[in-house]
């Protein structure tokens, strides 16, 4: 169990529902949940956060180790290479960590050894070897989180994107803007749901979170898809794209069941409406209000897929509610 662990968490591009990982990544969440509590201020959460995915790596090796050594202690007892219980879990010990303080003299005991020590090597060193591949996805992460932030300021929105696009001239055709998000959230799709502690690993910079950025690109596209008039198609390749990661990551992070009834509530006619009359101001080339009821609608079906997923994510990586809860027209 222990090695198919490793294999699977390691080795496999695919999330399971594995007993060590889930145990170690409810451990870990359980125990930041109880010290954030009710506290909503970013600036105290972040750094109780930054420890979520180092705690996570290190508890999941003293499960490992755990399990190894009672499992092979149960071995050394069941094979009679030692006479008492201590000694079987001691000589376990002694084999896993490979110092050999206490090693059976039996052949039974001899034998069980090698492998116990190969494992308690490959342990450490497998899967410390990955935390240098887990950092580079997180900053390949925050570095699309910060362009977004430092273009569109805090908290960033769909309207403030499509606002930022307006006067950099990209309105009329935001191809390239969406095909490079897409790529960012095929990224998040293929990690945060493989180890999902990554995903409630925050933003490198104190104040700004990738879970905002997500739903910024994702409400922007929403509205680029159906009421602004541009030249593109890839705003529905993105949001497909998008529902799909975010679908991943909260069934990765232990979604229940799948809604979208939550998700269509939180938008209001009357912020869809402030948000194109905020486009219309910024000069945003709108499609024509003849066929406003049905723009409406079509928004709506968009939006519904991703975001029921969207704001469990949000939930769980304790990214800011508030912030989440987009006010399309307003900062």
Not at 24 to 36: E, G, I, K, N
Not at 291 to 300: D, I, K, P, V
Request: include cysteine; proline fraction near 3%; charged fraction near 20%.
């Amino acid at each position: 169990m222990v090695l198919r662990s490793m294999i699977r968490i390691a080795l496999m591009n695919r999330h399971y529902k594995d007993f060590f990982a889930e145990f170690a990544s409810r451990a870990v969440h359980t125990a930041v949940a109880l010290r954030l509590g009710r506290n909503r201020n970013t600036g105290a959460k972040h750094p109780v956060l930054l420890w979520c995915l180092p705690a996570y790596i290190l508890f999941l090796i003293v499960v490992y180790c755990v399990g190894a050594m009672s499992a092979f202690g149960l071995l050394y007892w069941g094979t009679r290479a030692v006479n008492t219980w201590r000694r079987a879990f001691i000589s376990s010990g002694s084999a896993l960590s490979t110092l050999g303080f206490t090693t059976s003299t039996s052949i039974a005991g001899q034998w069980l050894s090698i492998p116990e020590g190969a494992l308690g090597l490959g342990i450490v060193v497998f899967l410390f070897t990955f935390i240098p591949s887990y950092q580079a996805v997180i900053r390949s992460r925050e570095d699309k989180t910060a362009w977004l932030y430092v273009r569109i300021g805090d908290p960033p929105t769909g309207v403030t994107l499509l606002e930022w696009c307006q006067r950099t001239g990209m309105a009329g055709n935001m191809s390239h803007l969406w095909e490079a998000w897409e790529t960012w959230f095929r990224m998040l799709a293929d990690t945060h749901s493989i180890v999902p502690m990554l995903a409630v690993s925050p933003s490198v910079q104190s104040g700004q979170s990738w879970v905002l950025a997500a739903a910024a690109v994702l409400g922007a596209a929403a509205l680029a898809a159906f009421s602004v008039e541009t030249g593109d198609v890839e705003a529905a390749k993105i949001l497909r794209m998008g529902t799909r990661a975010f679908l991943a990551m909260a069934d990765a992070l232990g979604r229940a069941s799948r809604t979208t009834e939550q998700g269509n509530a939180r938008l209001s006619r009357e912020k869809y409406e402030a948000a194109r009359a905020r486009l219309r101001s910024a000069g945003v080339p709108l499609k024509s209000e003849a066929g406003q009821e049905t723009q409406w609608r079509e928004f709506l079906a968009l939006r519904g897929p991703y975001e029921e997923a969207l704001f469990f994510v949000a939930r769980q990586t304790f990214a800011p509610l508030d912030a989440v809860l987009i006010d399309m027209a307003e900062r």
